[in-house]
């Protein structure tokens, strides 16, 4: 006899909300959302501003703002960040773009929805994730047991 399948069950980990808004008259100063992710690491919302940062705003920066942006971004300002975000704390980043617009970049700690599969029973199947069998040298006479005990 088949077991029926058992489905992901839902699980709540830590992940790191990231945006990046742009604010400007055209839009009467109302928040334009640039980009927003979840991510699962705080060296990965640093490295997404670090390269926002060097790739996509330079030319819009006053020589100012470039100066500060470059700062931040090669010179260890994202270092203080990321040590914010190992604390749970938020952190974020504001430049001043030409033209009266300022772009925002804010990053906080959050929890992420994930899917995990469920844990298997202590005398569970051995080919099922996170089995000790899984990670172990599988006997073939341990598997023929297990499958003809079900």
Known sequence: MRTPLTPLRPAVERGYRFEALRYGPATGFVPEPIDLRILAAPQEAVR???????????????????????????????????????????????????????IEWTYRSTPAPTTVPPRSPSHGNPYELG???????????????????M
Not at 48 to 60: K, P, T
Not at 131 to 147: F, H, K, L
């Open 48 to 102: 997404a501003i670090r390269i926002q940062l060097r790739a996509n705003h330079l030319f819009g920066l006053t020589p100012r703002e470039l100066i500060r942006a470059l700062h931040w971004a090669d010179q260890g300002g994202w270092v203080q960040a990321l040590a914010t975000l190992h604390r749970g704390e938020p952190c974020g980043f504001t430049l001043m773009l030409r033209g009266g617009r300022h």
């Open 131 to 149: 089995s000790p069998g899984r990670s172990e040298g599988i006997d073939r006479a341990q598997v023929s047991a297990r499958w003809a005990g």
